[in-house]
């Protein structure tokens, strides 16, 4: 016998079994507080299920006391003026709580609040919140430094049934028809176990974005959405390989739930006036986050579960892979005819059949199809590439390396799975560093990039070292992502940090990067994708990618040039699929397209990279949902089929085989990026778009730094540069380098254009988009010749070191 899985089943917790027992704070009895934490001791009712039957047997629910009351603690940690952290514990003591997540990056640790007794309620004051505790009933209440508010906790309704039940004798303290469960925690006496829940009131316009990658609309409002990790055979379901527990509203606010459980978030999916979060674990710990803007809440988010650090330059080229090369000479034959035949490229990929036997990792080559394992890395070096290899944390039993680790207790315990393989526990130490020695020979042979695929699968009814599987299923991807990441970081150097995993979990975004799973290839499959790759932006990670083309079978010439102008204009571009996914498969009309568009991506890297340097220091994704940009837009709340690659190219992507699309512009003006045509912002447009291009948009008012077309990053030294300037009114851009930083601004003042850029040790071109005619252009105060070519004016700067004052009349 085995299990099928069944996402509805999953869904399925302890607030929905009969037999749970609930208890609900209910009263302040008393306070203490220390450096930033104050402790409310409630006292708590037991409450247990049952049927309203007051005026009629109307079969509603309710939640009915049983006279039995306990101690409970509710914390609030004052972690900064805009975090507040709330937990939720039974009985008298409240122990630490740390999760793998959470790293706590403040700048201060912030004690400065006022805490005042006001009779019926307690209020904290940090300089951004105020923070309102009724004490009977206890409820929380949030609100903005203005007392505009934020978060309401729904455990009381004056205007409905509730209210009138109040008034019938002894269902007064019922929570009769309750259509969402009130804060507190939760007991199934029978199976023991558990769960914690809060319920906030809903705000009619509210929006939720976040979760993690999910293959759902953008917008989570009216969504029923889970937490769990799962294999998800595809990009079209609700089920996500990554699974963030942290969502931000558009009322100004996060919540990032710290647990490793199973958690679920009913977002306005059945019941309209509030919606309700729930984990399930014995105690309830979450922090509230203020923004109040998005790119704010994103930022503060990331100072508790940790910043993104700046993958290496290489790895912002092409990737090209398929699942698999079978042989040394295969994959040689591959990289040269890629260089052969001029198709940019910078790493290529090594799959599932590097072994004896396809699919059974035991982490050595097979000896006759990669006799000279060490050679092939060597010879691609060569030729300019770098190499990432596959593997997983599963051991089948038919290798020569199960029975060692099974000896070794290197595997989960006690499970009733009938499953071949042996999943390593890499919470054990001594497996872990075993798995570790494997990886490390790999990279030490000068393999630059590990493929951390699976970690979803973690069995739950079995036992390792440091957790029980319900607390180590989602917890197992992040601790996976990290072992790989600082193996390669302790091999490779922080400058050559990279991993290529599908799994992930909150605080992953510390190991870079992640890449969508397997999608099917067809073009339905490549819009959700999409969707789940916008959504996982607005869950902490700044880069992310897919597999351009798909990944099961063959795509259609069509969805594989579309597929490709979406990676190539993604955070990271990788080819991939269980077919040959080389453009040459795929005839005269898609090479022609790659090079077009992989042209473009090269020639873009110096921008790209600018870009991504900033992502890192905001916690904002490479590919920016609009709402994140545009946020008080009612036009872009629900958009998930567009994007601002960076901040300045706005990307409409074709996802059907038709060749044209309804394009939303922002605020602003719009150059489009093929013709300059101009555009009005905040309107809805038709766009025709031949398979030769892609809708793409350049916002006036923006720079973009350019660099020489490459075969491969690092393949010329960058020694000149293009700053590309669409000139509006006034312009500011931070350039970065790996060796050299600089600001770049320009404004118009009365009939004169000011550029001042620099210091840089690089030849710079000036292509400044006006529609003024230009009579003079000086570069430190010295008349240099300029040229006019549709649009634009051009002209060289030569002062290399110094900072460069220019003039244009």
Sequence with gaps: MFDVLDFDELKKTVLSDDNAVFFIPRKIKKVSQSKGVIDFICEGWEYRKDIMNIFFHQLNPNLTPKGNKLEMILRLEIKTKNIVRIRLVKGSNIKEHSTPMVVDQFEDKYYDQDFENQGEKYVIRTDNLNIEVLKDPVNITIKDKNNNELIKQYNYDEHSMHELIKYQGEAKDDYSSFECFPFGLAENLKTGEKAAFDSIWLSHKENFYGLGEKFTDLNKRGQEVLCWQVDALGTSTQKSYKNIPFFMSSNDYGIFMNTTYKSKYKLGDYFQKAYQIETAENQLDYYFIYGPSLKEILSNYTDI??????????????????????????????????????????????????????????FEFAKDDFPAPEKLVQDLKELGFHMSIWQLPYVHQSTNIYEEAKEKGYFEKGSDSTNMDGIIDISNPAAKDWYKKKLANLLKMGIDAIKVDFGEGIEVDACYDKYIGEEFHNLYPLLYNKMVFNLTKEIHGSENAIIWARSAYAGSQRYPLHWAGDTDSDFPAMASTLKGGLSFALSGFPFWSHDIGGYFMTPEDDCYIRWMQLGLFSSHAR???????????????????????????????????????????????????????????????????????????????????????????????????????????????????????????????????TGPMMQYIGEKELNSLTINIYHKDKEEYLYYDDNEKFAIKCKSKSNEIKIILGPSEKEILIKLFTKKEIKEVKINNQKVDFKVENRYVKFKSQIVGKKVHISVK
Excluded at 344 to 352: G, Q, T
């Design 305 to 362: 579960t940790g910043k993104t650090p700046l993958p290496p330059k290489w790895s912002f080229g092409l990737w090209m892979s398929r699942n698999s090369y079978r042989t040394q000479s295969e994959m040689l034959d591959t990289a040269k005819k890629l260089r052969n035949k001029k198709y940019p490229c910078d790493v290529l990929h090594l799959d599932a059949d590097w072994f004896e036997e396809e699919l059974r990792c035991d």
């Design 575 to 705: 080819f991939h699929g269980t077919s040959p996914r080389e453009p040459w498969h795929f005839g005269d009309k898609v090479v022609e397209v790659y090079k077009r568009f992989a042209k473009i991506r090269y020639k873009l890297i110096p921008y790209i990279y600018s870009e991504a340097y900033k992502c890192t220091k905001n916690s904002n994704p490479l590919m920016k949902p609009l709402v994140l940009e545009y946020e008080k837009d009612p036009n872009v709340i629900n958009i998930d089929d567009q994007y601002l690659f960076g901040s300045n190219i706005l990307v409409a992507p074709i996802l059907t085989k038709e060749n044209r699309r309804q394009i939303y512009l922002p605020e602003g003006d719009w150059l489009d990026f093929w013709t300059k045509k101009e555009y009005q912002g905040k309107s809805w447009i038709y766009y025709e778009s031949s398979l030769d291009e892609m809708p793409l948009f350049i916002k006036k008012g923006s720079i973009i730094p």
